[in-house]
C-alpha cells in the first residue's frame, strides 16, 4: 500500500460522489440527504486521517513541491482548504435539504474541494512520492486507513485546526515512530528478505487519543 495511491483513489471517490449528487432526482430529498451524508462523512474522516498520519510525515521530510513555496507553505494551505471544506459542510446542515440554500452550500464543498485536491496532487503528494520510502508510505497508508475504516460508520466530530499553529505543533527534525519503524522494517527486508509488521494502534488507543 502507498499512502499517495490511497489519497488520490478517495479524491477520484470524492469527486464521483460530487457527480452522482448533481445527476440525483432533485425531488427525491431522502435520497438527496443520504447520498450527502455518505460524501460528508467521506470528506471529513479523510480530512482527519490526512491531518493525523500523512501532513506530520510530509512536514518531517518534504521541501514543496510543484509551485509551493516550501513544504510549511503547502501544509498550511491543505489545512486551511479543510476548514474551508467543514465551513461549506456545516452550511448544507443548516439548511432545508433540497432547497436552493442547501444546492449553493453543496457547490460550495464541491468547489473548495475540487481546488483542494488538485493543488494537494500537485504539490504536497508529489513532494512526498519524491522524499519517503516506500516503506513509510506503507506504513502511513495502514494507519490511515485503519482509522478510517473504525470511523466510517458514523463519521467525527469536525474540529477546524488553526493552520499556522498546526504546522508549527507538527513539525519537527526528530524521525517520528512511524518513521522508524518504517526504517527499521526496510533494513531487516534488505537482510533477511522477510518483513514483519507490528500491530497498529487498537481502536482503544485511538480512543484514547480523541479524549487527549
Known amino acids: 500500500m502507498d499512502i499517495t495511491d490511497v489519497i488520490l483513489r478517495q479524491h477520484d471517490e470524492q469527486r464521483r460522489m460530487f457527480a452522482m449528487l448533481e445527476e440525483w432526482p432533485r425531488d427525491d430529498r431522502e435520497g438527496l440527504a443520504a ?9 471529513e474522516v479523510h480530512a482527519e486521517a490526512e491531518e493525523r498520519y500523512f501532513y506530520p510525515e ?5 521541501t514543496g513541491g510543484a509551485d509551493a513555496e516550501s513544504v510549511d507553505e503547502e501544509v498550511e494551505d491543505a489545512v486551511k482548504d479543510h476548514n474551508d471544506i467543514r465551513d461549506a459542510v456545516r452550511r448544507v446542515a443548516d439548511a432545508e435539504i433540497g432547497s436552493d440554500e442547501w444546492w449553493t452550500a453543496v457547490v460550495d464543498a ?3 474541494n475540487s481546488d483542494h ?26 494507519q490511515f486507513l485503519r482509522y478510517e475504516a473504525v470511523r466510517w460508520a458514523e463519521g467525527i466530530t469536525p474540529r477546524d485546526k488553526d493552520p499556522e499553529d498546526y504546522v508549527e505543533e507538527q513539525k519537527t527534525d526528530e524521525p517520528s515512530g512511524v518513521a522508524e519503524k518504517a526504517a527499521r522494517e526496510a533494513e531487516e527486508a534488505v537482510t533477511t528478505g522477510a518483513v514483519t509488521s507490528e500491530p497498529s494502534l487498537t481502536a482503544s488507543d485511538e480512543a484514547s487519543e480523541d479524549k487527549d
Not at 35 to 43: H, P
Not at 124 to 141: G, K, T, V
Open 35 to 43: 447520498v450527502w451524508k455518505r460524501l460528508e462523512i467521506l470528506l
Open 58 to 62: 510530509l512536514l518531517r521530510v518534504g
Open 110 to 112: 464541491n468547489v473548495h
Open 117 to 142: 485536491m488538485g493543488e494537494e496532487e500537485r504539490q504536497d503528494l508529489a513532494d512526498f512520492r519524491q522524499r519517503a520510502s516506500l516503506q513509510l508510505r506503507h506504513e502511513i497508508a495502514v
